[in-house]
């Protein structure tokens, strides 16, 4: 069965500083790995995703993410943090193998708050 | 718009009441998804449409949740005989066939069973 664990709850920084938010996977296949982004009262958002191309996946506003096999971890980071990255950070796995290409199984989330 | 809408944003029921759901996809996406979030967790998969119909419902809870999408576009979830545990904020989402993982979330429901 494929899962996504999150080490965090919760990450707090300060603004300018960099940001790591872990995650561990297990798959029975070669796996394809997402991060999301929830910010309060929006809907969901593709930060960036690997399917087995290049192992460090650029993503937008600045994120990046890679994926290490041997580790089974795909760890989220950011140079320096801005007050506008504080959201849910989730990370999803999706069983390319299955052929099944919807069914996402989510991480429990991390809460990133960005101090001034 | 151009997103995923979804209505209605809140729905408070009593308990054993019905209730339905809807999820407007982005124009011209086949693929449909239906999750469930409850609080300090993340969405659960329920069931996930290809076209008109449920390529995959193995998230549904039990038979008190059903889901329709008649004409491959607007996706009904309807539930039965709520129960309090039904509470959470229900996620719709869709993608382009073939593009796997990149889903396109509405803001959900929130549903509050009383």
Redesign the interface.
Known sequence: AQSVTQLDSHVSVSEGTPVLLRCNYSSSYSP?L?WYVQHP??????LL?Y?SAATLVKGINGFEAEFKKSETSFHLTKPSAHMSDAAEY?C?V?D?GSG??????????TTLQVKP | GA??SQTPSNKVTEKGKYVELRCDPISGHT?L?W?RQSL??????LI?FQGTGA??D??LPNDRFFAVRPEGSVSTLKIQRTERGDSAVY?C?S?RQ???????????SRLTVL
């Open positions: 394809s997402f009262n929006k809907g969901l958002q593709l995703k399917t989730f999803v999706s390319r099944n290409t919807g069914k996402l199984i989510f991480g429990q989330g | 997103g995923v693929a998804y999750y300090g967790q993340g969405p659960e998969f996930y390529a995959d193995s998230g996620l989402a993608s073939g593009v796997a993982g990149e889903l396109f979330f509405g803001e959900g």
